[in-house]
Structure formats: C-alpha cells, structure tokens
C-alpha cells in the first residue's frame, strides 16, 4: 500500500510525532490539566507575545485555505484538493467535538488571580477549549504535505511549526496542553484518513 510507503518515507516526522506526543503526554499526566498550563504559559515577554500573536496564524482556517489556492496557483491541482479535503474533515471531527465537550478555555477555567497572562490584541475566548482548532489544523496540514511530499529536508521544519502553533494556543492563553495533543493526534489521522481513501479513489 503506497499509504505505508508514504509513511516510511516521512520516518523522520512521524518519529519525532511521536516522541512529541508521548513526551507531552507524560508531562500532563505528571502535572495535571491545571498545573502543565501555568508551567508551560508562565514565560511572557513581549517579543514572544507579538510573535505567537501572529505565528498562531499558521493554525487558521484561513491560512489552509490559502495553502489550497498556491498549490492550485502553481498546478498542483491533487495537492490543492488534499489539503482542502483534509482541512475539512479534521476541521469537522475537531468542531463535532468541541460541541459535545464544551469544556471551559483558561480564562473562564482559572479564578481572574491565577491567569494573568494575556495578550493584548488577542481575543480570548471562553468557551470550546477541547480540543484546539488551530492545532488540529496546523498539525493535518503539516502530516499531509509530508505524505504527499518527497523531500525528507521539511519533514521536521514542518513539525516543528506545527508544534509550535500548539504551543502558541497555551502561550496566547487560548487551550489547555491536553486540547493541544488532541488536536495533533486528530490532524494527523485526518490526513491519514484523507491521503489513504485518495490513493483507493485514484486507483478505481
């Protein structure tokens, strides 16, 4: 199957996936829901706010489509129809869930005296923190143009953003840690999903 092929030949990403996952997996199972957040958003300075502020972005909606139109723009018209079937689908399992969740995001989670860090210019929700949008996006995206994409020299530039867009959601004080490791696990078997029913489709 070319999905296994494509697979092995991203080894380098979804190696370094995995470690990323497992790693910070242990260290919300350590420190908590509660805990893991105030350690990882306890560092502020005002550099980093404006740079996250706009990083973030990479996780939108409106980028990935962005995405779909360059590829379309320099003809490759199966990468563009990837990358918007794959936003789709990731975008939905990840709104289906924030519906059914509806958990609380930091700013309505922590008593006013335990958060302080926000950033101004950034809208802070309040509500639909599980899992995160952004992440899941930036994280399907990122899977998919390695499954798609021959050169092992982007595989862990490009996990490494989409790491850093989840991270970006807990330093804007948008998500938990646990909504950032949902959204990656769900970005990247959405495109999985999407690059493995491509392959059976192209066949037929």
Not at 85 to 91: H, L, Q
Not at 148 to 169: N, T
């Given at each position: 199957m070319k999905l296994i092929q494509n697979i092995k030949q991203?080894?380098?990403?979804?190696v370094g996936l995995s470690i990323f996952l497992?790693?910070?997996?242990?260290?919300?199972?350590?420190?908590?829901?509660?805990n893991s957040f105030l350690l990882i958003n306890n560092f502020h300075n005002q550099w980093l706010d404006s740079f996250f502020s706009k990083f973030t972005f990479l996780g939108d909606g409106i980028f990935a489509l962005i995405l779909s139109l360059l590829f379309l723009i320099f003809k490759k018209k199966k990468a563009s129809l990837l990358t918007l079937?794959?936003?789709?689908?990731?975008?939905l399992v990840a709104q289906l869930i924030?519906?059914?969740?509806?958990?609380?995001?930091?700013?309505?989670?922590?008593?006013?005296d335990v958060y302080v860090h926000f950033v101004d210019g950034v809208t802070v929700s309040n509500n639909f923190s599980f899992p995160s949008g952004h992440t899941t996006t930036a994280f399907a995206?990122?899977?998919?143009?390695?499954?798609?994409?021959?050169?092992?020299?982007?595989?862990?530039?490009?996990?490494?953003?989409?790491?850093?867009?989840?991270?970006?959601?807990?330093?804007?004080?948008?998500?938990?840690?646990?909504?950032?490791?949902t959204g990656a696990f769900i970005g990247t078997i959405s495109s999985l999903i999407t690059v493995y029913f491509a392959e059976k489709q192209i066949k037929k």
């Open positions: 991203a080894s380098l990403y979804f497992m790693g910070a997996s242990l260290f919300l199972i350590v420190q908590g829901k509660s079937i794959t936003f789709v689908f990731s975008g924030k519906q059914i969740a509806n958990s609380p995001r930091p700013k309505l989670f922590f008593k006013p995206l990122a899977t998919l143009i390695v499954l798609i994409s021959e050169k092992k020299i982007i595989q862990l530039p490009l996990l490494l953003i989409a790491i850093l867009v989840g991270y970006s959601r807990i330093y804007l004080g948008q998500h938990f840690l646990l909504d950032v490791i």
